[in-house]
């Protein structure tokens, strides 16, 4: 039970959310990219970002926005200046990744992420939102699309050895 949305603050990340974040990256990637991208591939992504990586990435980016429920943190999303810009869409901003825990979905939180996500790319000056997502992972597409965005492009990524379609979705 979440209770009020008073308890539910997307706020930017810190260095103490490192190992949470570790957990929450390992977590959302094996259940969204199982079967998707190759075994082997996926587990060496998921070791390269440990806590280590989270505590550094955490520093250095302005862009890493975390969503806590009752002070726990259950997602995060990163963001910035689409790297599209002036060839793909008209948005001038993006969301680059965007996860809630495995266990925290389902429940109206991505929405609250998305929406804090979205609110600070305005803030930015950031006209329109792009986000890019693999063909296969159809939770991401439904999601993007229950949000108001529409597909504008199609590219395929070499990943892992394996060719994936990616989607990209804009809102105006």
Known sequence: MLGSSSHIVVRRGRPSDAKVLSGIFRDSWRNAYSGIIPHQHLEGMISRRGPKWWTSAVRSRESLLVLSVAREVVGYATLGLSRTRGRIGKAEGEIY???????????????????????????????????WSLADNQGALDFYWRRGGRPIAETVELIGGAKLK?????WN
């Open 166 to 170: 990616k989607i990209a979705f804009e």
């Open 97 to 131: 990744e965007i996860y809630l825990s495995p266990l925290q979905q389902g429940q109206g939180l991505g929405e609250h992420l998305f929406e804090g996500s979205r609110h600070a790319l305005e803030l930015r000056g950031h006209a329109g939102l792009i986000v």
